[in-house]
């Protein structure tokens, strides 16, 4: 198993040059905090007026979202991705000759256009080239993520402290080297198979579990956008780089409780029951700085702490989306973001409006309400979140005994490796004990994609032949369908994704290989999600070596191997057939 031992931070060139882009792109996060007062000086604006960068950015990637996916499913992930970076280079570049505060709005707009479409590929372009499987090519992907988000505010800070328009100035030369190593070291990518439509995003919010969160994540967002916008003008006149170390250990604790803690904590209490504490925990939090405002070490420590919250909510959030939607995850994944980035884009215009018609405070009262209410939100679905999220329902409110126990079909996972036909060779063979139908689920490296992006998918020879066993398996009169996995996000995995398939489909049983390389590798990776064993709502298993791809009912008097399969799994079938 190459993924475990593998380096993730031995790669490619071209894995680099986008990890590289990556790290300034979620630079641009927190990159503009320390210069927020500078700017309204200097510029002679009010914080209503700069909060407005954060508006016009967060607004146009909100709508962006919805056309990302339709874009890269039309002309590939690297000309999306190109298209993105050169787009980001130029508004930077722009936005630091501008001479008014309006002409930045204007500017951080198209920025923010800019930056959807690079973040919506970046992270499948990083695993179609990485070495060493998907696994290690997640954990670089989080790494720059991390590293991003922490160090955009001490890079504002310092260039921040020379002029105003230095952090642009800086964005677009570093932006600028990522987009020639991009161009320059990697390789041109195909056109995915599969489109996605302008509307599918906007029609997938009619179903209720996928509505409920996208609110919650609205609710969410404006208070996180809230206090990002408004907070550093309660810190006691701080100069550009002290609010650059303030937002910088925010940026840490984000990352560290969204890569490590998040997951834990889901694991081990559930996401919808963490998310209810994590949503209370930051409406307490902007009910602090709103009664302390006055006060600026409370207001700092308090925005340092927010970073947990905001840290396990990014992931949370993410997590709860994909596991109820109960559409493909591209789809959900861009209506979802469509909502939240809203309320990330609304909160600070009307926080600036209400600050400039009551007190400089109230913007966070209003934010600790709008967190509460989003709990509440949270709370009319919890019953059909909880089902959904322990198995107990499918995201299409449909029981198993509305379904019927000879529909729910054996799925067999595989992926590119040599050894797949046999898997689903051996997936077939037990359907037919089962007399179920077969569902072949194809996990292509690219499954393991940012959320907003449209998956580069896999469906050459390697799945046919796949195809070709198991249909060889169970005889030309049984069913069997195919799908490929959807993208996932970065903080799930191969194996929560094929949990969520095993749950919409009622399976019986999950079938796969003994992992040797390839996408289904990172089952048992020590560094992977071992979700499908862990959580799963059926039985899994695992075919043992030695397995072969043909067999099928004309084959089984002469091929030894496939009899010893087929006596394993007649005793596995009384177990599953229960």
């Known amino acids: 198993m190459s993924t475990s031992t593998d380096s993730p931070f031995r790669q490619p060139k071209a894995v680099w040059a986008v990890a590289f882009a990556c790290v300034i792109s979620f630079m641009g996060i927190g990159l503009v905090d320390p210069i927020l007062p500078a700017l309204a000086e200097q510029l002679e604006a009010t914080p209503a007026q ?32 190109l298209t993105g970076l050169t787009i980001i280079v130029v508004f930077a570049a722009l936005a630091g000759a501008s001479g008014s505060i309006g002409e930045i709005v204007g500017f951080r707009a198209g920025w923010g256009l800019g930056n959807a479409l690079f973040i919506a590929t970046s992270l499948a372009v990083i695993v179609a080239s990485a070495s060493g499987g998907f696994a290690g090519a997640i954990i670089l992907y989080e790494t720059a993520l991390g ?39 990697l390789d041109k990518t195909p056109k995915p198979a599969r489109t996605i439509g302008l509307l599918d995003p906007l029609k997938a919010l009619r179903h209720r579990s996928l509505a409920t969160i996208a609110l919650t994540a609205f609710a969410y967002n404006w208070g996180f956008f809230t206090l990002l916008a408004y907070s550093p003008y309660s810190m006691g006149g701080l100069s550009e780089l002290g609010l650059g170390g303030v937002f910088t250990a925010w940026g840490v604790l984000v990352a560290i409780f969204a890569v490590f803690v998040a997951p834990a904590l889901e694991r081990r209490f559930g996401t919808v029951r963490v998310l209810y504490f994590v949503l209370g925990l930051l409406a307490v939090d902007l009910l602090v700085i ?158 393991v994609v940012d959320a907003a992006a449209a998956a580069d998918t896999d469906t050459g020879p390697g799945l046919e032949r796949s195809l070709g066993a198991a249909r060889e398996a169970v005889g030309r009169d049984a069913t069997v369908t195919a799908e490929t996995l959807a993208p ?66 004309g084959d089984r008097s002469t091929d030894t191997d496939t009899d010893r399969q087929q006596r394993h799994f007649a005793g596995t079938a009384g177990t599953v057939g229960r």
């Open 488 to 553: 996932v996000v970065a903080h799930d995995g191969v194996g929560g994704a094929l949990v969520a398939v095993a749950r919409r489909h009622h399976a019986r049983a999950v079938v796969v290989g003994r992992p040797r390389g390839g996408a289904l590798a990172a089952l048992t990776s020590p560094s992977a999600d071992r979700a499908l064993f862990e959580d799963g709502p059926c039985p899994v298993v695992v075919l043992p070596d030695g397995a072969v791809a043909t067999g099928g009912r």
């Open 147 to 185: 590293v991003g988000i922490a160090l955009g505010p001490l890079v504002g800070g310092l260039l921040g402290s020379v002029s105003w328009r230095a952090p642009f100035f800086g964005v677009a030369v570093l932006m600028a080297i990522a987009l020639i190593a991009t161009l320059v070291l």
């Open 50 to 81: 700069v909060s407005l960068l954060f508006t016009s950015y967060l607004l146009i990637t909100a709508v962006a979202m919805l056309v990302t996916g339709w874009v890269s499913s039309r002309i590939g992930a690297k000309a999306t991705l």
């Open 290 to 447: 709103a009664a302390w405002n006055d006060t600026p070490g409370v207001v700092i420590g308090a925005v340092i702490v927010a970073g947990a919250m905001i840290g396990l909510n990014n992931t949370l959030v993410t997590q709860a989306v994909m596991s109820v939607a109960p559409v493909e995850r591209p789809v959900a994944s861009a209506s979802y973001s469509f909502v939240r980035f809203l309320g990330g884009g609304l909160a600070p215009w009307i926080a600036g409006l209400l600050a400039d018609a009551f007190l400089p405070n109230t913007p966070f009262w209003v934010g600790a309400v709008v967190v509460a209410v989003g709990a509440l939100v949270l709370a009319t679905a919890h019953r059909l979140l909880r089902r959904v999220e322990t198995g107990e329902l499918t995201v299409g409110e449909s029981t198993v005994e509305e379904t019927g126990e000879s529909a729910r079909p054996v799925l067999v996972a595989v992926d590119g490796s040599p050894h797949a036909p046999a898997v689903a060779a051996a997936g077939g063979r037990l359907a037919t004990l089962l007399e179920a139908p077969l569902v072949v689920v194809h996990v292509p490296e690219s499954a």
